[in-house]
């Protein structure tokens, strides 16, 4: 599927969607490999997004200083990171 067509080429050059499969056919396996791979990865970003929304400051509306709100979102994925670190 062309990607000229999703109009996310505009947004960001190196985005990959998943292949829709043509009405009365089937999918190559290349194609199944490929939109396979994609939700693996999409499955990963959803986890972390699951850990990091336990904190509660992605979750709900900030109620502190904004310019902290970086610092923090910076500090607890830093906790995340050095928690897979070491139970990897």
Same mark, same amino acid.
């Given at each position: 599927?062309? +990607?000229?067509?999703q109009g996310i080429v505009? +947004?960001?050059?190196?985005s990959c969607i998943p292949t829709k499969k043509p009405r009365g056919t089937d999918l190559s396996t290349h194609e199944r490999l490929h939109n396979r791979n994609l939700a693996q990865l999409r499955v990963i970003g959803e986890h972390i997004n699951r850990r990091l929304k336990i904190f509660r400051i992605l979750k709900e509306q900030y109620r502190?200083?904004?310019r902290r709100f970086g610092l923090r979102c910076n500090l607890i994925a830093g906790l995340l990171n050095?928690?897979?670190?070491?139970f990897s």
């Open positions: 599927m062309f +990607l000229e067509s505009k +947004l960001h050059t190196h502190n200083r904004r050095s928690e897979l670190a070491l």
